[in-house]
Nanobody, 123 residues
Framework: VQLQASGGGLQQAGASLRLSCAAS????????MGWFRQAPGKEREFAAA????????YYADSVKGRFTISRDNAKNTMYLQMNSLKPEDTAVYYC?????????????????WGQGTLVTVSS
């Protein structure tokens, strides 16, 4: 499966932004999907994940209550709605897909990655 992330940009603190991840080349609903982010000078970290059906979601503590992950399997697209943005949310956001086992928050679970989209939040 190929993944294309989009929707990043520059926002002020407190604003909202929605990221999209368009998938092609596979059966989208069969993939467990996730969003990860990498801030400048830091390691890539888990942000949110969603099951193939969309019925189960997971969030990092740092985004819980502010971000919402969702997917539209008819459109082969996953979303990340980001509200109440903070400067510490500044990062490149990557979408990822998994057809293997493992912990939902672990990078090694995901075998397909998009190219990333930059989100910058100013104070």
């Amino acid at each position: 499966v190929q993944l294309q992330a989009s929707g990043g940009g520059l926002q002020q603190a407190g604003a909202s932004l929605r990221l999209s991840c368009a998938a092609s080349g596979g059966t989208f609903s069969s993939y467990f999907m996730g969003w990860f982010r990498q801030a400048p000078g830091k390691e890539r970290e888990f942000a949110a994940a969603i099951s193939g059906s969309g019925s189960t979601t997971y969030y990092a503590d740092s985004v819980k209550g502010r971000f919402t992950i969702s997917r539209d399997n008819a459109k082969n697209t996953m979303y990340l709605q980001m509200n109440s943005l903070k400067p510490e949310d500044t990062a490149v956001y990557y979408c990822a897909a998994s057809d293997s086992g493992g912990n939902y928050y672990a990078l090694r679970k995901y075998n397909y990655w998009g190219q990333g989209t930059l989100v910058t939040v100013s104070s």
